[in-house]
């Protein structure tokens, strides 16, 4: 039991499912950061558009949920994964390292879902309703996007071989930070871009940051240094060395003694 006091007290041995981790995740509030950026950014003018500028929100509400699955899969994710981000990022709001691994899995899995969607929507052709000139100026740059995001989707899935939750989640909210960059950032290169669309492609690029420096703080500790004292874990309690050094033959003991 002191050696556990011990341990929780001491922030280089916070510990997780891969082992010792750091106290304060910087990465994570990047990322955490970037999500509330990205939610606030769907309420904001993107696009110059025909009689009005062209705001997610109003598009979603007039078109019935259609405009959100065609084009705004990116404040999809942020809105599915903001309050589940939240508890990951903010500890101490959960304390159960049980509780903390299982919503690490859950942000895992709702990146994926969000990721795989996004990049088949890249996959199809150009938008019918962009003017000609741009749809074959923009071309080859949409076929460059498209292989990015499916790159980073694969990635994505590479990271689930991490035994940690945490590197898992990480993995994945990168890719979904990268391929909304990528998303946006398309967006910007074909017209006028409104102060919606930059605070959206400065969201997307705060979450894939914070997820790749989420990534390197996550790594179990290689150098971490048990502290000292004199408690014993119980495996060394019970171990040969330990069994050897008890009172000899002969010499004092604290225990009930046989009489004849």
Sequence with gaps: ME???????????ATNDAGPRRRVCWGRFLSLTGFVLLCVSFFLPQVPGCNEPIVPADETVGSNGAFLIALGIPFLAAALLLPFYACHALSWLVRSPR??????????????L?????????????????????????????????GFCALVTVLAFAGLASRSADRKAAAAVFGVGAASLVYFGFWVWCGEALYGLWVSVSASGLIALGAAIDWFQSRPARNATPPRGPAT?????????????GPQPGGPSSGPTCRS
């Design 3 to 13: 050696e556990d006091k011990t341990t929780s007290r001491n922030p280089a041995f």
């Design 99 to 112: 509780a903390r691994k299982t919503i690490a899995l859950i942000v895992c899995v709702l990146a994926l």
């Design 114 to 146: 969000a990721l795989v969607p996004g990049t088949l929507r890249m996959a199809e052709p150009i938008p019918s309703w962009m003017a000609s000139p741009i749809r074959e100026l923009s071309a080859w740059v949409w076929i460059g996007c498209t």
């Design 233 to 245: 874990s119980p495996r060394t309690a019970h171990s040969p060395a330990s069994r050897g050094s």
